[in-house]
């Protein structure tokens, strides 16, 4: 029995609130079914990865390209992230503004550049080059994310407030993120993020977002960025598949190491490279679905796994 | 006996041309011993390594702050990263324009911010809140930048051409960095740069620039810093070392590593927990100086290591 292909889809993870929970789980089911159909047709790990990470940018509930949250300055800036297990290519987006998808982007970066990353004015300079359609920022935002922004800009570390403080229970924080497994046996990762309400301008939060090598599997991290980058997150999981953890210990441990290090929480999938799956938060929720053998599988709480045919 | 300070520096891993030859080799003694008396004065690593990086960026021989090449619009955008090895604290700034100390700025971030990295506008938005002083393109550009500028406009990927043709032997991309081990037995590293001549707007090359653990040590990397992402240069050469392996083979087998992974060229510095110290470059020069013990070692061809008393 073959156990390719796979893909693994998050929705982020923090404390999503309920008015979002059925929102996040139909995102990440959407996102699953269509990644999971480019695999069926012969498309290629990244290709998938695009596919979902498309879906879930353009769904309101989460924030990345549509419903991305808004920075101290009222603005939208959006980082992505990708990246092919086969020969380490990636590319990437940070403090993009005015594009709907800024995972398309990430992907033109590294298809047609030799860089790994553009930020800032500079990736919008090139969204212009290849012709990608500019958006409005109203375009982008919804009215959720408006009246979380002027719920936020009262704290003054937003950060560590939206991370530490359970009874804070706003939207805000929602990376998104997918990691898939083809018919040839090659991983890819995809990350795209809006950041969190009221950051700072500029801010980038985890700058590398996953990682993906096919002599280990693939990894898409979601949280805590700053802690994340500290860490080195993503890394840490493939490092414990290589070191002969199975994706689901790889992931849990890391995990743990971070919190156990810099107190930071979040949350991870992970397919190794022969199709295991793995997902693991230390958040309150994290909404998360895959696909494997034409099973989808999905949930948001701890300990939640419902499933379902494709 | 202590093998406590230590202090490791880079002025960059590329094709050295000899009329740079000298000045970075007296640019990388001056930082080694600004950093030296600092840690000798009972300063952290990290003050030592943002003060030894001060030196580099201030010195017209290499390209980080003034010395910084020119993007393909004609322009300076520099990146500057640091990170202290006891709680994973890190600081970094990219695609900042006008100032003139990019690594004190990165040390504001970690300082100052709940964020471990600010982009673009961000940063300068950020640099002028605290009250960091301006300063003109001019400034920052010496003659021989704008010259390599107009010759590198001919090239349409320069990226790869400076990196893989030796025949093109022109300054650009002398990334400078300092790793140290303080007299309390932290571990610090420093890298700042101002990227590759006629880079795209926006580019960031190595977007973590090195790692920082006291449980293992610090390393601080150079060369094509799209090749380093890729591979997580700085974080495999800490894992080498958790894995039993000295410094020195930590360094060279990542390096190795990449080179035959993604056909990447670069180079490296490392300080152990212990103390101990790894250099390596597959690159065909790199500006290297260490001092321990009361004693300075240096060179810049592959092989060479002279020495002299502090």
Request: one cysteine or more; a negative charge; proline letters at 2%.
């Amino acid at each position: 029995m073959s156990r390719r292909p796979v893909i693994v889809i998050h929705g982020g993870a923090w404390a999503i609130p309920d008015k979002l929970a059925t929102g996040s789980i139909d995102g990440v089911k959407a996102a699953a079914t269509t990644g999971y159909r480019v695999l069926q047709d012969g498309g290629t790990a990244v290709d998938a990865v695009e596919a979902a990470i498309v879906v879930l940018e353009n769904h309101p509930a989460f924030d990345a390209g549509y419903g991305s949250v808004l920075n101290a300055n009222g603005e939208v800036e959006m980082d992505a992230v990708l990246m092919t297990g086969h020969n380490l290519q990636c590319g990437g987006v940070a403090c993009v503004q005015n594009i709907k998808n800024p995972i398309k982007l990430a992907r033109a970066v590294m298809d047609k550049t030799d860089h790994t990353l553009l930020v800032g004015l500079g990736s919008n300079q090139f969204a212009e080059e290849i012709g990608m359609e500019k958006v409005s920022t109203d375009d982008l935002v919804t009215e959720d994310a408006k009246a979380e922004w002027k719920e936020f800009m009262k704290f003054k570390t937003t950060v560590n407030v939206l991370f530490r403080n359970r009874d804070v229970k706003l939207s805000g924080c929602d990376t998104v993120g997918a990691v898939a497994l083809d018919n040839a046996g090659n991983v890819a990762f995809g990350t795209s993020t809006g950041g969190i309400t009221a950051k700072r301008p500029g801010r980038v939060g985890d700058r590398s977002g996953g990682y993906a090598d096919n002599t280990s599997g693939a990894v898409s991290t979601t949280g805590h960025g700053e802690s994340i980058v500290k860490v080195c997150l993503a890394r840490q999981i493939t490092f414990n598949m290589e070191q002969g953890l199975s994706a689901q210990e790889a992931t849990e441990k890391a995990l743990q190491s971070m919190a156990n290090r810099v107190q930071g929480s979040g949350g991870a999938v992970t397919v190794s490279k022969d199709g295991d799956i793995g997902k693991h938060f230390t958040t309150e929720r994290m909404a998360w679905s895959w696909i494997k053998d034409g099973q989808l599988h999905y949930g948001l709480n701890p300990g939640e796994d419902f499933s379902q045919a494709v």
